[in-house]
């Protein structure tokens, strides 16, 4: 099987992100990049998948900066066995990312069995990717998949829905699969896999090799701010009952004229 991977890379969840000087995106430099947590359940299910399938191969393709390739060196630590890069600005919108990982996908020369995505990405959190990429590829998608089967080509899906249900799909391959948290257990790259991935195929190509123009962008990305520092607090003493009930008082006043939340 030719599975693919779609993967993203992510600032950490700890580090502090600042916008840059024109507010169209959060300043980079300083950033420490991880790869999109869903993504490494999508990995994961790859390499399984890979495992089940003598002969496999799975290749992961990433669309962003070319400064830090420290997602697809984890990947390629992990198993994976070359990976894509599509160098792009980071603040792409979904049209335009998904467009560009069909291109890679197409120019690898490789007909995909089966693509592995994550369900969404931690920073813009818009959802979009995996069915756009879908969409263009003309290929049947599930997304939010937290359990997945594979036989003979046709794979078993599970998602849980709103309110506890769960629903069970059977998709034949090719077909697009968006992982959730909790799908499988995502391995953690050994030392002899990280060594390995630094003599992995790493094929790097441009927008333009890949089809996308500035004319696909359909969303355009502005007035990036922090949010308002939080003001001080207001503290109330009420040392005895006959004080209780006027403080008692100011506070809804507050709550209802100042905070507004009642």
Same mark, same amino acid.
């Given at each position: ?13 700890e ?6 000087g ?19 359940f ?8 890979k495992?089940?399938n003598?002969?496999s ?13 420290? %997602?697809? !060196?984890?990947? #390629? @630590? ?9 160098? $792009? +600005? =980071?603040?792409?919108?979904s ?16 007909t ?13 959190d ?24 594979e ?24 077909a697009?699969i ?13 030392l002899?896999?990280i060594?390995? %991935?630094? !003599?992995?195929? #790493? @094929?790097?190509?441009s927008?333009?090799d890949?089809?996308v123009? $500035? +004319? =696909?962008r359909?969303?355009?990305?502005s ?8 003001p ?5 003493d009420?040392?005895?009952?006959g ?5 008692v ?7 209802r004229?100042e905070?507004?939340?009642?």
């Amino acid at each position: 099987m030719n599975i693919f991977v779609c993967i993203k890379q992510v600032p950490d969840t700890e580090t502090k992100v600042t916008p840059n000087g024109d507010g169209s995106y959060i300043e980079t430099n300083s950033i420490k990049w991880i790869m999109n947590p869903y993504d490494e359940f999508a990995v994961e299910q790859a390499l399984l998948t890979k495992a089940a399938n003598s002969g496999s191969t799975v290749t992961v393709v990433r669309v962003g900066g070319v400064k830090d390739t420290e %997602a697809l !060196r984890t990947a #390629l @630590a992990m198993g994976a066995d070359d990976a894509i890069l599509v160098e $792009a +600005d =980071d603040n792409l919108d979904s049209y335009m990312t998904a467009k560009a990982l069909k291109g890679a996908i197409e120019k690898s020369g490789k007909t995909p069995d089966v693509i592995f995505t994550g369900k969404q990405a931690i920073d813009d959190d818009c959802l979009q990717v995996p069915q756009l990429l879908a969409q263009m590829l003309g290929l049947p998608s599930v997304t939010v998949v937290d359990g997945c089967e594979e036989e003979g080509g046709k794979f078993t899906l599970k998602r849980e829905v709103e309110g506890g249900a769960l629903e069970v799909y059977e998709v034949n391959s090719p077909a697009v699969i968006a992982a959730n948290k909790g799908l499988n257990s995502p391995r953690y790259a050994s030392l002899p896999g990280i060594m390995k %991935a630094k !003599r992995k195929p #790493l @094929a790097q190509h441009s927008l333009s090799d890949v089809g996308v123009s $500035a +004319d =696909d962008r359909r969303v355009k990305y502005s007035g990036f701010q922090l949010p308002p520092e939080k003001p001080a607090g207001k503290k109330f003493d009420a040392m005895d009952e006959g004080q209780q009930a006027s403080v008692v008082a100011e506070v809804v006043k507050l709550l209802r004229e100042e905070a507004k939340v009642i």
